[in-house]
């Protein structure tokens, strides 16, 4: 049986190549502005409280040792001692932060440190970030899984360490740290999401019928009995859970699996939009070309020139 999230994960190709240590001393307030970039950390030692900007208002969430929080899309949010009501957008902040080996120190250098975090920037190697990004949901908070706090002692541990290998190391661990997070936080994510459609037995089922046979001529009451559900039943549940409509999602997917194809140059547009359920190139080419700007030959051609120009040049 295919595994969504799996395949998901495996076009995003994430990496977690820069963290730094952050010791903070309360009260301590620290913002962050959308930077295009998916954000995580972990609370190594300590308490925070977290503030995450989003289309429908913010969120607070209070967070203890042991919680990771990875941020998949780019959103604006502060961090904060938990004493203190993190501030918005339009409050001050003038907390000051020096800069200390492999991190940054908050609040008041001479007051005892009260919370140490690990931060850094993800990144997703996939030209199609965006498109898979938003199967995610906004935000992923996870606690009290035992696996995941395994990984985050380990974090833990090693970011204290000055053993041979450390930042590779580190790199590793925060890696597997990203995929587990995906992979345990459906029950605690700040939106409807991929991982939260898994959550739901039913949906499963159906989500995973859908990855195994992309090229199927699915249609909503298709999807439905997959689900043993009504139609309008699963429709409702769906887009809840999942954020978007099934067969917005099912869109979504083919032209993810789609460009993934159109980069290969033994790739026929012919034989892609067979694989991704179209009976015509034509067909095919309207619906890409509406979904991602471009005509499927264009889009391909592009491809072709960005990994040639890439390439090392021979001797």
């Given at each position: 049986m295919?595994?969504?999230l799996?395949e998901?994960?495996s076009l995003?190709?994430?990496?977690?190549?820069f963290?730094?240590?952050?010791?903070?001393?309360?009260?301590?307030?620290?913002?962050?502005?959308e930077?295009?970039?998916?954000?995580?950390?972990?609370?190594?030692e300590?308490?925070?409280?977290?503030r995450?900007?989003?289309?429908?208002?913010p969120?607070?969430?209070n967070?203890?040792?042991?919680?990771?929080?990875?941020?998949?899309s780019?959103?604006?949010?502060?961090?904060?001692?938990?004493?203190?009501?993190?501030?918005?957008?339009?409050?001050?902040?003038?907390?000051?932060?020096?800069?200390?080996?492999?991190?940054?120190?908050?609040?008041?250098?001479t007051?005892?440190?009260?919370?140490?975090?690990?931060?850094?920037?993800?990144?997703?190697?996939?030209?199609d970030?965006a498109l898979?990004?938003?199967?995610?949901?906004?935000?992923?908070?996870?606690?009290?899984?035992?696996?995941?706090?395994?990984?985050?002692?380990?974090?833990?541990?090693?970011?204290?360490?000055?053993?041979?290998?450390?930042?590779?190391?580190m790199?590793?661990?925060?890696?597997?740290?990203?995929?587990e997070?995906?992979?345990?936080?459906?029950?605690?994510?700040?939106?409807?999401?991929?991982?939260?459609?898994?959550?739901?037995p039913?949906l499963?089922q159906?989500?995973?019928?859908?990855?195994?046979?992309?090229?199927?001529?699915?249609?909503m009451?298709q999807?439905?009995?997959?689900?043993?559900?009504?139609?309008?039943?699963?429709f409702?549940?769906?887009?809840?859970?999942?954020?978007?409509?099934p067969?917005?999602?099912?869109?979504?997917?083919?032209?993810?699996?789609?460009?993934?194809?159109?980069?290969?140059?033994?790739?026929?547009?012919?034989?892609?939009?067979?694989?991704?359920?179209?009976?015509?190139v034509s067909?095919?080419?309207?619906?890409?070309t509406?979904?991602?700007?471009?005509?499927?030959?264009?889009?391909?051609?592009?491809?072709?020139d960005?990994?040639?120009?890439?390439?090392p040049?021979?001797?």
């Amino acid at each position: 049986m295919v595994d969504p999230l799996a395949e998901v994960v495996s076009l995003l190709q994430p990496s977690a190549p820069f963290s730094k240590q952050v010791e903070a001393s309360a009260p301590w307030a620290v913002r962050r502005a959308e930077t295009g970039r998916p954000f995580y950390f972990v609370v190594l030692e300590g308490r925070c409280r977290l503030r995450i900007e989003g289309p429908g208002g913010p969120t607070v969430l209070n967070l203890d040792t042991g919680d990771f929080v990875l941020i998949p899309s780019a959103r604006g949010f502060t961090t904060a001692s938990d004493d203190q009501d993190p501030p918005g957008p339009d409050d001050t902040v003038d907390t000051p932060i020096t800069a200390i080996p492999g991190g940054a120190r908050v609040g008041d250098p001479t007051r005892p440190i009260t919370t140490r975090l690990r931060v850094g920037h993800c990144v997703f190697g996939s030209p199609d970030a965006a498109l898979l990004v938003s199967l995610l949901p906004e935000w992923v908070h996870v606690r009290g899984e035992p696996r995941l706090s395994m990984l985050v002692q380990l974090v833990g541990d090693e970011s204290r360490s000055d053993r041979p290998a450390r930042e590779i190391v580190m790199a590793r661990l925060l890696d597997v740290l990203l995929i587990e997070a995906l992979r345990c936080g459906a029950s605690a994510s700040g939106s409807g999401g991929l991982v939260r459609g898994l959550s739901d037995p039913r949906l499963a089922q159906a989500l995973r019928r859908l990855h195994q046979e992309p090229s199927r001529p699915w249609t909503m009451a298709q999807l439905a009995r997959e689900a043993a559900m009504s139609r309008s039943a699963f429709f409702d549940r769906f887009s809840e859970l999942v954020g978007m409509a099934p067969m917005a999602y099912l869109l979504a997917w083919r032209m993810a699996l789609a460009k993934q194809w159109l980069r290969r140059p033994d790739a026929t547009i012919s034989d892609i939009a067979e694989r991704v359920g179209y009976s015509s190139v034509s067909t095919f080419g309207v619906a890409f070309t509406r979904h991602v700007g471009l005509p499927p030959g264009r889009y391909a051609r592009q491809a072709v020139d960005v990994v040639t120009s890439e390439e090392p040049e021979t001797v």
